[in-house]
C-alpha cells in the first residue's frame, strides 16, 4: 500500500467528554476538536493500537513487526499517534514493542516530523516539559542499552524491571538520562506496579499505554485504562492454523465470563482508515 498525504480527517463521531484542548492551527485542521478528560484522583490512562480488519497487530516478520505495516504507513495515523503522544506525560511501551521497533524513541517528533512544532506548542500549553517520559518494561532484563531510547540523549528512559532484570542490566554502562528499577521479584510485572511507579517518578498525569498486546492485556485485566484509541486499518493480513501474529489483547481471557465493552466516544475517516475512541468503565462491583 502507498504512503498516504498528510490531510485532515474527517469527522464521524465527536467526543463530548471531558474539556476541549486549545491545539496549535496546523494541529485543529488535520485532527479536528479534541477532547480530553482531566486526571482527578489519579492519572488518565489511555492506550492507541492500529489493527488490520482481522484484527493482526504485527505481522511478527523479520523487518515487518512494527505497526507501520499494519496502517500502510498511514501519515493520518502517524499524525494521530503524535498528537496522543504529545498530550501524555509518560509513554509506556513493553521489551517487545521495542524490538520491533529498535531504533524508535517514543517522542511526537520521532513518529511526525513535520508536525513537530505544532507538538511542541501543544505540549508547551499543557505545561509538560520536554518530551515525554519513555517507559519500558522488561521482566527480564535482556535491554540493549546502546539502542537509540537509551543512548541517543533525546528522552529521559525508566526501565522498570525486576530484581533478577535489574541486575543483568547493571552489566552494562547505563547512560546518563536512563534510570532502572526493579519493582518486581520476578515474573511478570504487573500493570498496577508500573502505574504506581510511572506516578511517582514523574508525576505523570496522563499516561499512554502503547503496547505490546500482552502488557496491554494486564492493564485491561486490572481495569486501569480508560479510553482506547484504535486505527482500523484496511487490509486484511491473515493467519495459518500455526501462526502466532497478535492480536490486540493477548494473554488473557476476559469473554465470556467477564466479557469488556467499551463504548464508542469518536469516530473518524481518514480515506479508508477509521480512526476509533472507546471508553471503558471501572472495576465491576464485587471484583478485586
Not at 504506581?196 to 505490546?212: D, H, Q, T, W
Request: with cysteine; charged share 20%.
Amino acid at each position: 500500500m502507498p504512503r498516504s498525504a498528510l490531510a485532515p480527517l474527517k469527522t464521524l463521531i465527536a467526543s463530548t467528554q471531558g474539556s476541549a484542548l486549545a491545539l496549535p492551527p496546523g494541529l485543529a485542521r488535520l485532527y479536528g476538536g479534541f477532547r480530553l478528560p482531566a486526571p482527578r484522583t489519579g492519572p488518565f490512562i489511555f492506550s492507541n493500537f492500529v489493527t488490520t480488519l482481522d484484527g493482526v497487530v504485527s505481522l511478527r516478520v523479520r523487518g515487518h513487526a512494527n505497526g507501520s505495516d499494519i496502517s500502510g504507513f498511514d501519515a493520518q495515523d502517524r499524525m494521530v499517534m503524535g498528537l496522543l503522544r504529545a498530550v501524555a506525560g509518560a509513554v509506556v511501551v513493553g521489551s517487545g514493542t521495542l524490538a520491533a521497533d529498535s531504533e524508535h524513541v517514543w517522542t511526537p517528533e520521532a513518529i511526525c516530523p513535520e508536525l513537530a512544532p505544532h507538538y511542541a506548542r501543544l505540549r508547551r500549553s499543557l505545561d509538560l516539559p520536554g518530551p515525554p517520559l519513555n517507559v519500558i518494561v522488561s521482566g527480564s532484563g535482556s535491554l540493549n542499552l546502546r539502542l537509540p531510547v537509551f543512548s541517543a540523549g533525546r528522552v529521559r528512559v525508566l526501565i522498570l524491571t525486576t530484581t533478577a532484570g535489574a541486575k543483568r542490566l547493571s552489566r552494562q554502562r547505563v547512560p546518563p538520562p536512563v534510570e532502572i528499577r526493579a519493582i518486581h521479584r520476578a515474573g511478570a510485572i504487573p500493570a498496577r506496579a508500573i502505574c504506581r511507579e510511572v506516578c511517582r517518578i514523574s508525576r505523570a498525569g496522563r499516561v499512554l499505554v502503547e503496547g505490546g498486546p500482552n502488557l496491554l492485556a494486564d492493564f485491561f485485566a486490572q481495569h486501569l485504562i480508560a479510553e482506547q484509541f484504535l486505527t482500523l486499518a484496511p487490509q486484511l493480513a491473515g493467519r495459518d492454523s500455526h501462526d502466532t501474529r497478535p492480536g490486540l489483547i493477548m494473554g488473557r481471557v476476559f469473554a465470556p465470563r467477564h466479557p469488556l465493552w467499551g463504548t464508542l466516544l469518536d469516530a473518524r475517516q481518514g480515506a479508508s482508515h477509521l480512526f476509533l475512541r472507546y471508553r471503558f468503565g471501572q472495576r465491576p462491583k464485587g471484583e478485586r
